[in-house]
């Protein structure tokens, strides 16, 4: 083959090459597109809890704010903050946090007046569906608070729990994921100091 | 084999049917309850044995004791209930409606008090004279609460004190020792 003459071979390669490169620029767009919504995107759970809430209260519901940190964005907080020199508790409850969301919502013009019965009612069953159940649930005058668990899975170190709170025609929903162990032994620590400090002031130390 | 097979999965079947179908020994249904309208106070916690064993697990350092009586436990589950002028009769025929069954069904009433409008009554499920099954505590405080309290589990009778001050249920703070009768 002279040198001039071109490579019968290469030609197919680039153009395969460039398909391979636009397709990777389109996944880690598509990625970051997602990933970067993904912070104002509640997850399932919490997203089912608070649908259940502003389809048992209808109305024109706005929402005020939406936030979501996951695993990643929490292990990175934690690799940052591990080159710092952090106070123990703080430490702690950096270390705890494996996942935080929260949901903020208006009913601006509520069809009927919500009642707390019917959202908790509502509530109930759909977390109950997929396999939550309510540890608590607090209803004062036209307040609510109600707590939830999964049925399984629940340890020291995997801790995951949804909350939600209507007040005055507002929606707060949370969903955390968290090691409560870090946290454990912060309590165990004040709790030693406290108890110390007692039995030194019965000795009259 | 086939029919070897058939008969151990049915008997499997079987055995878990009807674990789930019965409640424990020490467990009361009060039924549901709902918020009353017209904001009156409610307030339910319902906790199971995981996360019981959780806060055993985050005190067993420091109060032993206490986590051996938490380990213990199987559920607790409590009901208040804001009494209006819809909901007055029927907590108050319910309230009556498991007292009377739990009588029925060999519960042990160990306190029966009325004093200013307040009636409170404990009852214990138990095994033997060592242990407790589980609790029941009913109080009507004249007519503004309804508390209805259930706690399942493996509980020293000593320790029901013990148990109403962590767990902050006042009726059983005060109950006597048992060598104190």
Redesign the interface.
């Known amino acids: 083959m002279s040198p001039g003459t071109p490579n019968p071979v290469s030609t197919p390669q680039r153009s395969y090459r460039g398909f391979y490169v636009t397709g990777a620029v389109l996944l880690g767009l598509a990625c970051a597109v997602i990933g970067i919504t993904g912070y104002f995107r509640l997850g399932s759970d919490t997203q089912a809890l608070r649908d259940s809430c502003l389809s048992a209260a209808p109305g024109q519901w706005h929402k005020k704010f939406s936030l979501r940190v996951g695993l990643c964005t929490t292990a990175l907080a934690r690799t940052v903050a591990s080159g710092f020199k952090l106070e123990p508790d703080a430490q702690a409850a950096l270390e705890a946090v494996h996942g935080a969301e929260v949901g903020i919502y208006d009913l601006a013009a509520p069809a009927a007046e919500p009642?707390?019965?019917a959202l908790?009612?509502r509530a109930d069953r759909v977390m109950l569906r997929r396999g939550w159940?309510?540890?608590?649930?607090?209803?004062?005058?036209?307040e609510l608070v109600a707590i939830y668990?999964p049925h399984r899975g629940?340890?020291?170190r995997h801790?995951n729990c949804a909350l939600m709170v209507f007040h005055e025609n507002q929606l707060i929903v949370v969903g955390a994921r968290a090691n409560?162990k870090p946290l454990?032994d912060v309590?165990?620590r004040h709790?030693?100091v406290v108890?110390r400090g007692a039995g030194e002031r019965r000795a009259g130390i | 084999m086939p029919f070897a097979v058939g008969t151990a999965l049915l008997s499997l079947a079987l055995t878990f049917n009807g674990r789930a179908g019965g409640l424990p020994a020490g467990q009361v249904d009060f039924g549901t309850f709902?918020?009353?309208?017209g904001?009156a106070?409610?307030?339910?916690?319902?906790?199971?044995s995981?996360?019981i064993s959780?806060a055993a697990?985050?005190v067993e350092?420091?109060e032993p004791d206490v986590a051996q009586l938490l380990n213990g436990l199987q559920m607790v589950s409590v009901h208040v209930i804001g009494l209006t002028d819809e909901n007055r009769d029927d907590i108050k025929d319910r309230m009556e409606k498991t007292r009377k069954e739990l009588l029925t069904k060999g519960w042990d009433r160990i306190v029966a008090a009325r004093q200013e409008g307040k009636d409170v009554g404990i009852y214990l499920k138990t095994q033997n004279k060592d242990t407790v099954q589980g609790l029941v505590v009913t109080v009507l405080d004249g007519n503004e609460h309804a508390v209805f309290i259930n706690i399942v589990g493996d509980i020293k009778p000593e320790k029901l004190a013990l148990l109403g001050e962590r767990l902050h249920i006042d009726p059983l703070k005060n109950l006597p020792k048992p060598d104190e009768k």
């Open positions: 009642t707390p019965a908790l009612a159940d309510r540890i608590v649930g607090v209803v004062n005058e036209r668990l629940v340890s020291l801790m409560l454990a309590a165990a709790l030693e108890e | 709902t918020p009353p309208s904001g106070q409610f307030v339910e916690v319902n906790l199971t995981n996360l959780l697990k985050l350092k420091q």
